[in-house]
């Protein structure tokens, strides 16, 4: 049965596009057919995130305004990866909760995981984008604006009745880890009330692939070791955390918790 996911932040820059375009990556090495939904409109980063900003023809407006057949406008480089890239110059009022809701039935039609990028923040182009998806997954990352900003996404989630989401904590440094100068994963899990679903920690070879045109989880690195243990938690497999510095002091409890079902 097809899933549509929306990954979510409250605060912008925090790793929301890098974790889409990384997990798509992840579940598409699988075989598993995926599409990545490029839903920050005016801002598109996707299609440069995954390489494919020279095949953008046509958009999700586009799509949702009748002006191209939904085929034309996805792009992607294998069977089993797909994007529907945003328009960089329409705003988030063009794009309605129910215009999007028919997109997502449609794709699921096509795809076993749709994971939708949606804008930074709590207005209307993060709510449109909330009903219509079957869950969220909200990225953060270990300091106090970026969780607090993230715990205003959570409430108006739960303002909209979806069930809790999934918790993916970016750009966790072990140097401050082992000298108390920042929240472990699982301390800001439990701030937010959400389950953890992984921690990506901090990985130059993410920026640098970028820089590069590349793609960060065709290297062997630490970040996308991470994300790869994600794609597994995700799927519902039981994996182990691994614990970085003072990660260990929550390790062992959280090893006995299993995989996450969905």
């Not at 937010?192 to 960060?216: C, K, M, R």
Request: charged content about 20%; aromatic content about 6%.
């Amino acid at each position: 049965m097809s899933q549509s996911w929306l990954i979510a932040s409250g605060k912008g820059g925090v790793g929301k596009s890098m974790l889409t375009a990384a997990l798509g990556y992840a579940l598409a090495k699988r075989q598993m057919k995926t599409c990545c939904v490029d839903a920050d409109l005016g801002l598109r980063d996707l299609d440069m995130l995954m390489n494919l900003h020279s095949q953008v023809v046509y958009d999700l407006v586009d799509v949702a305004n009748r002006d191209c057949m939904l085929k034309s406008a996805l792009i992607g480089s294998n069977d089993y990866l797909s994007l529907l890239p945003a328009s960089q110059s329409a705003g988030h009022t063009d794009l309605d909760g129910e215009a999007f809701a028919k997109i997502l039935c449609k794709l699921k039609k096509r795809f076993g995981y749709i994971l939708t990028d949606a804008p930074a923040g709590i207005e209307h182009g993060l709510t449109n984008l909330i009903a219509p998806s079957d869950y969220c997954l909200v990225v953060t990352t270990p300091d106090d604006v970026a969780i607090r900003n993230a715990e205003r996404v959570i409430s108006v989630m739960e303002q909209h009745h979806k069930q809790r989401p999934l918790l993916v904590v970016n750009r966790v440094r072990e140097e401050l880890l082992k000298k108390g100068l920042t929240y472990t994963p699982q301390v800001v899990a439990n701030q937010l009330d959400v389950p953890l679903l992984g921690y990506i920690p901090e990985d130059s070879q993410i920026v640098a692939s970028l820089n590069t045109h590349e793609n960060f989880m065709d290297k062997k690195c630490p970040a996308a070791e991470a994300v790869e243990r994600i794609c597994q938690r995700f799927l519902g497999q039981y994996v182990e955390m691994p614990a970085p510095g003072k990660l260990r002091h929550w390790h062992k409890k959280s090893a006995g918790k299993g995989g996450i079902s969905l």
